[in-house]
């Protein structure tokens, strides 16, 4: 990661260390690094509080190759089976399809069959609820194994891209991002991206980050603060991230999700 200065949303250039890191946090992905020369601390800006990962080690390639491998190893279907068949009480997925339709209810005004685009499916688990809620779904990821999985296994329209640097312009109703822009180095341009692909008139977008605000409190060996994390949110760079990219912020909120993580939630529209 870039050596940061000023801050990506706020401009401001004065920062406060936080938690240093010199082993992994429990369940964190396992990289082909030296752990004996692990080392990373997060700094935080002291207007908007964005958590900013100062790391050495080079993770850019991450998602094309090793993540889900490293992951899931090749259990993909497995997981997906047991992640799919986990009771409501213990499901995060549950309760943010319910979040999203609800929301969609009350702000389009026609009932129809909306496109969904889901940027960063991974195992597929949100496009899989959704279509079967009766949405028109396309999910892209940048790893190989986790599109063919979505594709052949969950029979979805799937694009095997990296958003970031593919030029990708179907226009969609809904365009979601659930725990995306944490791991790219630059959330603002990523996020400026979806204009692409919202249908003008209809379209809202949907956000999930982790909570620097929340689970600083607990403590620093959260899943919030892993290694692949290169930010961490407060509600102030969200809504920053949002107005920066020109989009318009409808509804911000703190979640604590059925897994314990702490996670923000934005609904936004172009
Ligand atoms: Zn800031």
Redesign the pocket.
Known sequence: MKKINR??????NKFKKRFNYTKPVPREIKLKIDYRKYSRYYKS??????WFSVIKIDLNNLYNKEYVASTYGDKLNQTFKKIISLPKSKSDNYFRVKRILNFSKNFFKNKKKYKLLDVGSGLGVFPYEMKKKGLDCTALDPDKNASNHIKNKLKIKTKNIDFFKSKFNKKFNIVTLNKVLEHVENPTKMLKKIKNNLIKKENFFYIEVPDATEASKINKDREEFAIDHLHVFTL??LY?LIKNCNFTPILIERIKENSNKFTLIAFGKF
């Open positions: 801050c990506i949303f706020c401009n401001n800006c002291k207007i908007c509080g964005h102030n760079s920053l």
